[in-house]
């Protein structure tokens, strides 16, 4: 069992940048982690994911403003979004994944608007 504690999320201007983390009760080493995100009355997409060898992958929508990274001395990965639109507007999910055994936290909410 991983509970995951996201945080980072708020308010932010169209352009602006923010820093969301996701802090796991245990060791991730093992893990694929990964952002997701869901707009109200929408699907649930993948934003970025990467691999326990440290290999990202990104959502076309978000390559070249989105950076997942991950320290695992800190059992914590990181989504930084730059240059954020009014469309990157959803709640923003962490998922730790391992042998088809997939863990959710609660989410935090990422509002873009002027």
């Known amino acids: 069992q991983v509970q995951l504690v996201e945080s980072g999320g708020g308010l932010v201007q169209p352009g602006g940048s923010l820093r969301l983390s996701c802090t796991a009760s245990r060791s991730i080493s093992i893990y694929a982690m990964g952002w997701y995100r869901q707009a109200p009355e929408k699907q649930r997409d993948l934003v970025a994911t990467?691999?326990?060898?440290?290999?990202?992958n990104y959502a076309d929508s978000v390559k070249g403003r989105f950076t997942i990274a991950r320290d695992n001395a800190k059992n914590t990965v990181y989504l930084e979004m730059n240059s954020l639109e009014p469309e990157d507007t959803a709640a923003y999910y962490c998922?730790?994944?391992?042998?088809?055994?997939?863990?959710w936290g609660q989410g935090t909410q990422v509002t873009v608007s002027s």
């Open positions: 990467i691999t326990n060898g440290g290999k990202p």
């Open positions: 998922n730790a994944n391992f042998l088809g055994r997939s863990y």
